[in-house]
């Protein structure tokens, strides 16, 4: 672990002292269901500041799975609608296309 790791394990264990939480840090730093439940307790504070460290904390202990970037659809490729049954309209209005005056 890197120290920035260990100094938010310490900041972590003070903030949850003050709030009536025992915290082994030792076990902490090797058994992560036990991190993961201590970081659920804390978490679950009212304090955005307590919140805030431990998410802090499950990013670096690589708790948290990254999030997928969203794919686009190409704009070139128009969006085919599926025709509604029991109409005789096409799915997609056709609209008069001109030159504005």
Not at 1 to 26: H, S
Not at 30 to 36: F, I, L, S
Not at 64 to 93: F, H
Request: proline fraction near 11%.
């Amino acid at each position: 672990m890197d120290n920035e790791t260990l100094r938010l394990i310490a900041r972590l264990k003070i903030t949850a002292a003050r709030a009536g939480l025992p915290v082994d840090v030792v076990r902490f730093a090797a058994d992560r269901p036990y991190a993961r439940s201590v970081l659920q307790k804390v978490s679950d504070s009212a304090s955005e500041e307590d919140v805030l460290l431990a998410l802090l904390l499950m990013e670096k202990l690589r708790m948290i799975a990254p999030v997928p970037p969203e794919v686009a659809a190409p704009p070139s490729q128009p969006v085919q609608l599926p025709p509604v049954q029991g109409e005789d309209k096409p799915a997609v209005e056709e609209r008069y296309v001109g030159r504005l005056r």
